[in-house]
């Protein structure tokens, strides 16, 4: 059973690029590079990379499932628990490519002009939300929860987004937060000469 979950989540990655590809995400950035990382959450390479700031919040979901499953189901299987991490990285990144969810992102001030991951990048935070999910398995509970807490605030506190932040803007905005995030918008608030 487990191998065929090894199987399925390099299949789910294939999936997710298949499928972005075929809705016309561009493999990589229409810019032509190829980049590890992107420090700025506002710099028109972001989502459209290896990795930023972003990544961090699917490692913290991938992290979150592991020490859910593990926390409040201990009697659930290792392979239920690793197959719901499966179905919950390749769905999130296929349906967050709809036109739906989409237009919902552009709704929002720190989004507008967003038009999705390339398949790189999406198939790199899938990646990343495996490696944060066998990264709580292989911890103790208690350092999960601290290595969960640590990124997020990090995130937070740098890049001033995260999983917990995107959420509430996604479900319900509040201004303060999206003016605290535009303050670091340099072309809102560009750097004084």
């Excluded at 552009?106 to 198939?123: C, H, P």
């Excluded at 959420?167 to 000469?193: S, Y």
């Amino acid at each position: 059973m487990a191998r065929l979950l090894y199987v399925m989540m390099v299949l789910g990655g294939v999936a997710i690029g298949v499928t972005l590809w075929a809705w016309g995400q561009p493999l990589v950035s229409r810019s032509g590079e190829v980049r590890l990382w992107v420090n700025s959450i506002w710099s028109n390479e972001n989502s459209q990379q290896f990795a930023d700031w972003y990544s961090l919040s699917h490692a913290i979901l991938g992290m979150l499932i592991a020490l859910i499953g593990r926390g409040l189901a201990p009697r659930v299987p290792y392979a239920v628990i690793l197959a719901l991490v499966l179905v919950i990285g390749v769905g999130w990144e296929i349906i967050e490519h709809t036109d739906m969810v989409l237009d919902r992102f552009r709704g929002q001030t720190i989004y507008q002009g967003y038009m999705g991951d390339t398949v790189l990048n999406a198939v790199s935070d899938y990646i990343f939300m495996l490696a944060g999910f066998f990264t709580a398995m292989a911890l103790p509970i208690r350092w999960g929860i601290f290595l969960v807490l640590g990124l997020e605030i990090l995130s937070g506190a740098v890049a001033r987004d995260s999983l917990i932040l995107t959420t509430l803007r996604i479900v319900h905005p509040i201004q303060a937060i999206a003016d605290w995030q535009d303050e670091t918008n340099p072309v809102t608030h560009p750097a004084a000469p």
